[in-house]
């Protein structure tokens, strides 16, 4: 059986628990990240930014990179397909922002990320991706700052590219490597291969972090025992559940690992009046880093994730998706039954994007023909964002 890891370290910087919430857009921005945080312990990454963007100063990337005053130790991923940009880009979050941790992806399935020979598509050339690495690393040394990357499986079944990464991202001194066990075709369908994570465990020295199908609590130890990662990546998992890092906190607790000194006591699941505690928190945050008006406009998207499986009525459930104030929501959630049980048949159940896998994968014109090449036909825009 494996030992079951206590803290993540990550170069310099170690975690009290080995547990990361993983970059999504529209989601973890810095409200969301505080929320989180206020449940247990982690790393909380900042929505997905362009290397490009951020160097040349582009507004809408400036306005992704926002930190909450209490984030002790502020992480970044970071999106580019040329080293020259990601050099600078790292440069500038460690020397400029304070980041104290920088995260390259290299995961992203979106279409309009691939097409470009960004995101899943670049471990395909083995030649772009360690000159990249090298420039992230070399650019956060004098700052001591841990880079890591994040990837999938491959583009397709055919084409696999984790353990050609995983050894490169070991021999340019990347301090791990986070393995989402999905291709880029499959997008987020299907079921997270944990024996390739596994795979990939043994392939390499440095830490790996699994990410893919993680709904519980008990799905971290286990994706842990049955692939001996250093740590877990959380996504979708924790849609309308911040709270799913307080029992993970609790999963991971020395005490509860070792089984020395008072057992951790598991916290139970959530009342629906409790759910509604965590929903008016989740609007403040949002009100307090965006004004009381856009907060509550981006709080909407959040409300059927907070309230899947619960009886609320459907008239009730879209009001609240309107809500414009914080007063309206109190008004309107004070029409929830406080003490309706949580719904047990969401345990373990998929939340946000699923779909079906992609027909193709949309990659540049002649990316297959060669896997040793930099790919310098490729440019990426300034102010893009994605799905991450």
């Keep these: 059986m494996t030992a079951l890891p206590t803290e993540l370290v990550l170069g310099s910087l170690r975690v009290d628990t080995p547990v990361v919430l993983a970059p999504m857009a529209g989601i973890t921005n810095a409200a969301y990240r505080r929320l989180c945080a206020e449940q ?16 040349e100063g582009d507004a809408t990337t400036q306005k992704m990179l926002v930190f909450d005053e209490l984030e002790t130790i502020r992480s970044v991923q970071l999106y580019g397909t040329d080293p020259v940009y990601i050099g600078k880009a790292v440069e500038i ?16 399935p979106v ?8 995101g899943g598509a670049l471990p395909w050339k083995r030649g772009l991706l360690a000159e990249i690495l090298t420039a992230a690393v070399a650019a956060a040394a004098p700052y001591d700052v841990p880079v890591t990357m994040k990837t999938r499986k491959g583009l397709d079944d055919d084409h696999l590219t984790y353990l050609d990464a995983g050894r490169i991202a070991q021999e340019t001194g990347v301090a791990a490597i986070a393995l989402h066990g999905r291709t880029v075709q499959q997008a987020y369908s299907g079921a997270a291969d944990w024996d390739a994570i596994a795979r990939l465990v043994d392939h390499v020295d440095i830490p790996v972090l699994g990410n ?28 309308g559940r911040p709270w799913l890092f307080r029992d993970l906190a609790a999963a991971f607790a020395p005490s509860s690992v070792e089984g020395g000194g008072s057992p951790v006591k598991r916290p139970g699941l959530p009342t629906l009046g409790e759910v509604r505690d965590m929903m008016r928190r989740h609007a403040e945050l949002l009100a307090e880093h965006m004004g009381e008006e856009r907060g509550c406009k981006e709080f909407r998207k959040h409300v059927a994730w907070y309230l899947k499986g619960f009886r609320a009525g459907g008239d009730l459930r879209h009001r609240l998706a309107l809500v ?28 946000g994007r699923q779909g079906a896998p992609r027909s193709r994968v949309v990659i540049p014109e002649g990316w297959l023909d060669d896997t040793d090449g930099t790919g310098s036909h490729v440019r990426e825009d300034a102010n893009e964002t994605t799905g991450g």
Excluded: Q
């Excluded at 909380?44 to 951020?54: A, P």
């Excluded at 893919?212 to 001996?228: H, K, N, Q, S």
């Excluded at 109190?330 to 998929?350: K, M, N, Q, T, W």
């Design 40 to 55: 247990g312990a982690g790393l909380y990454v900042c929505e997905m930014i362009t290397s490009r963007g951020l160097v």
């Design 93 to 108: 979050l460690c020397g400029d922002h304070g980041v104290g941790h920088v995260d390259l992806n290299f995961g992203c």
């Design 111 to 118: 279409p309009k990320v691939t097409r470009k020979g960004g």
């Design 212 to 239: 893919g199908d993680i709904w519980e609590a008990a799905d971290a130890l286990r994706m842990v025992e049955e692939t001996g990662v250093a740590g877990v990546v959380v996504g979708r998992g924790c849609l």
């Design 324 to 351: 414009y104030s914080l007063a309206a929501l109190d008004e309107l959630l004070a029409d929830l039954d406080p003490h309706e049980p949580f719904p047990v048949s969401e345990l373990g159940a998929p939340r």
